[in-house]
């Protein structure tokens, strides 16, 4: 394990994830079943597969967007809080502004917004009040970053986070996805083999 | 209620508001469906006077309609968008109801007066009672408000979603729509005014229970 | 105990038909347009209470469906006990459509006798047509997911959010004053006890046989079900404990290149 806490040298680690026998059905066909493990601070769990294996599905069951058919997936904290989750299939508002996007979301999680902080961070100062409808894919992208990491969370889930995005913004996933786990962990789906170098912990989904 | 329920069934309802502000879709289908309406009945109306059951029916009808024109922008365009996940992640289902609800409210207020006072003007109807009136409406449109929400809610995800919402909705609206055409009626001075009024009471009563109702139905399916 | 069930059987049916003679050889009905059609009043009336009964029962399978849903650790028992409620609600609301079609049919058949039109727009009748259009509602929605989780999720609370106007229309508009005295049914006649003699008990025996039958029916709908389900679910992996052998993943650490930075490098 590379990034010992000093909890992890007395053999404590602090769990902020659990996952008990989860599983999930689509239709008539079980996507994965009886999953169970724990992520803990300061640790990194990738998520392998092939197309269809049921990755990202896996990841919004983490997340808390699709029910588990099956077990528990427990969380520490508010998960409105203690989780942040940036995918390719989450949209943005087309009609809301980048400092509209950071500040909603920061009433509804009941935070305080570090907009300029953050989009400062995702370098996007210049288009801060430009509507995302006229903004590429890849600042969306850098914009879904900034919203997931703006409670500081305990878990950060992360889908293909560098689909869509071009080296400065790899980078930038890099930095928060090494900054996360020094606050917390981090869960990755990918199959981009630069990404898995991140892993404490990997999970391969079989199709 | 504490202020953190405030600040997110305001950041919802100011979301709402800003995104229709921005686009103006649904204000300018509303009141382009009022003018039409009311012009075509007005029309239809002609030199005839209408007696006060029929002219609340048509106010009704013609609302009835308005809002279930409404319900696709409630929760089928975030549907649509795919941006549902960013509320599933980061807002408590009650104030995402809530929120919707107010802002469908005021849309569905704004809509309704708009209609009912146009429809009075162009049809030259008298109102014998304004405050049963102003109150008939009102109730109704609240009940309709957060029966559409629910409705709109129910049928996000479903694949037929446009012409399913009409057809789930308008037997939940129906109720209504008749406590409604009741308590109308009397401010428009047919039938018994004391019908009248005991219309309106069951249509505020009716508009506690769904909203006190909807909110709870709708956190036990918003992460399906 | 085979044996009586057997026997059972042709026991109704000899049941059934003794009293379908009998709701011929009552006495006529006074205060009819044609007292001899009164009779459709036998069949019209379980009718209407079935209906009722079903859709009731099918908001309480309904409300069950969730009842399990926020307990935490969701297992694949209770997932199947979930759908098993959705199936339950699905049987119970389609036996109340066919309820409700015939009491719309008998209903018809009346008004057209007795009062010369087929239809009337009186408010008790039309409260049953908007029943008959939740009812709609629900198989409509049910139609549009083809996810069996999310269908049940989603008709479970519409068939919930029904509860109020159906409540409404049906226990309480049609005794509102102003819609008694407009209305073409009688509401007191059973409450009041004018329901008399022989026609009170024809009335009484046809309402118990026929929810006989409905729950006869309920019951031969669910039976096939309910074990579906919980085989589909265990997915021909047929343990006892309805597991699959072998978790479908299994996380595992790995080597990771000794310094942190290692996944910079690249940059």
Redesign the interface.
């Given at each position: 394990?590379?990034?010992q806490t000093v909890a992890d040298r007395f053999g404590y680690t602090r769990v902020v994830l659990r996952v008990?026998?989860l599983?999930k059905?689509?239709?008539?066909r079980?996507?994965?079943?009886?999953?169970?493990?724990e992520v803990s601070q300061g640790q990194s769990?990738v998520v392998l597969g092939p197309n269809g294996s049921g990755k990202s599905t896996l990841l919004r069951t983490l997340?808390?967007?699709?029910?588990?058919?099956?077990?528990?997936v427990?969380i520490s904290g508010d998960?409105?809080l203690s989780?942040g989750?940036s995918?390719i299939?989450?949209?943005?508002?087309?009609?809301?502004t980048v400092l509209?996007h950071l500040?909603?979301?920061a009433?509804?999680?009941?935070c305080d917004p570090r907009s300029d902080e953050l989009i400062a961070r995702i370098g996007l100062e210049h288009a801060r009040d430009q509507?995302t409808s006229k903004l590429s894919t890849g600042m969306k992208a850098r914009v879904k970053l900034a919203?997931s990491i703006q409670a500081n969370p305990k878990v950060l889930i992360l889908d293909e986070p560098g689909a869509a995005l071009d080296?400065k913004g790899?980078?930038l996933v890099?930095s928060i996805?090494?900054e996360q786990i020094q606050r917390g962990s981090l869960i990755l789906a990918t199959n981009d083999p630069?990404?898995r170098?991140?892993?404490?912990?990997?999970?391969?989904?079989?199709a | 209620m504490n202020s953190s329920w405030q600040r997110e069934i305001k950041a919802v309802f100011l979301k709402e508001l800003n995104s229709e502000l921005r686009t103006k879709s649904g204000l300018i289908t509303a009141s382009l469906f009022s003018v039409v309406t009311v012009v075509a009945l007005a029309y239809a109306a002609y030199n005839t006077s209408l007696s006060g059951t029929i002219a609340a029916g048509l106010i009704w009808v013609s609302i009835l309609f308005a809002t279930i024109v409404s319900i696709p922008r409630i929760f089928l365009i975030e549907e649509e968008l795919g941006t549902m996940d960013i509320l599933r992640l980061t807002a408590r289902p009650h104030s995402i109801f809530w929120g919707k609800s107010l802002f469908s409210l005021a849309q569905s207020i704004v809509t309704a007066f708009l209609l009912a006072g146009m429809f009075v003007a162009f049809v030259g109807q008298r109102i014998y009672d304004p405050t049963l009136f102003l109150v008939s409406i009102f109730g109704g449109s609240v009940c309709l408000s957060s029966a559409v929400t629910l409705c709109g809610s129910l049928v996000a995800q479903a694949a037929n979603r446009s012409a399913l919402a009409a057809a789930i909705a308008v037997p939940l609206l129906l109720p209504v729509v008749t406590m409604a055409v009741g308590a109308t009626r009397g401010s428009l001075g047919a039938g018994f005014h004391q019908q009248a009024v005991n219309c309106a009471l069951g249509l505020i009563a009716y508009a506690i229970a769904s909203q006190a109702i909807g909110p709870g139905l709708f956190a036990l399916v918003w992460k399906s | 105990m085979e044996k009586l069930k057997n026997l059972l059987r042709p026991l109704f049916f000899v049941a059934f038909s003794i009293v379908t003679v009998w709701t011929y050889i009552v006495p006529d009905a006074k205060g009819f347009q044609y007292p001899a059609m009164a009779r459709i009043f036998f069949w019209h009336f379980p009718c209407s209470i079935l209906l009722l009964a079903f859709m009731f029962t099918g908001i309480y399978f309904s409300f069950r469906v969730f009842k399990r849903v926020d307990r935490g650790f969701t297992s694949v028992e209770s997932a199947i006990e979930k759908m098993q409620w959705d199936s339950r609600a699905e049987a119970a609301m389609e036996l109340g459509f066919i309820w409700a079609i015939l009491t719309m049919v008998t209903g018809i058949l009346f008004s057209l006798v007795q009062w010369g039109a087929w239809w009337q727009w009186d408010p008790r009748q039309t409260s049953f047509l908007i029943a008959l259009l939740i009812y709609g509602g629900y198989f409509a929605l049910r139609n549009s997911f083809p996810d069996p989780e999310k269908r049940a999720h989603f008709s479970g609370a519409y068939c919930l959010a029904s509860a109020l106007p159906i409540f409404f229309l049906v226990l309480v508009y049609p005794r509102l004053p102003q819609v008694q005295a407009v209305s073409f049914h009688p509401t007191n006649t059973i409450m009041q006890g004018q329901l008399k003699g022989q026609y009170g008990y024809v009335t009484i025996t046809m309402l118990v046989l026929m929810s006989i039958l409905s729950v006869w029916l309920y019951r031969l709908r669910t039976r096939v079900v309910l074990h579906e389900i919980a085989l589909d679910y265990k997915n021909g992996n047929l343990e006892i404990s309805g597991r699959s052998a072998t978790p479908s993943g299994v996380v595992r650490p790995v080597s990771v290149p000794d310094e942190n930075e290692s996944a910079t490098e690249r940059n």
């Open positions: 394990m590379t990034h008990e026998g599983g059905r689509f239709g008539d079980w996507l994965f079943r009886e999953l169970t493990f769990l997340s808390g967007l699709l029910p588990p058919t099956e077990g528990k427990h998960p409105r989780l989750v995918s299939e989450m949209a943005l508002y087309p009609q809301l509209e500040e909603f979301v009433s509804l999680r009941d509507v919203m080296d790899r980078e890099a996805a090494r630069s990404e170098r991140l892993a404490t912990h990997e999970l391969f989904l079989a | - | -």
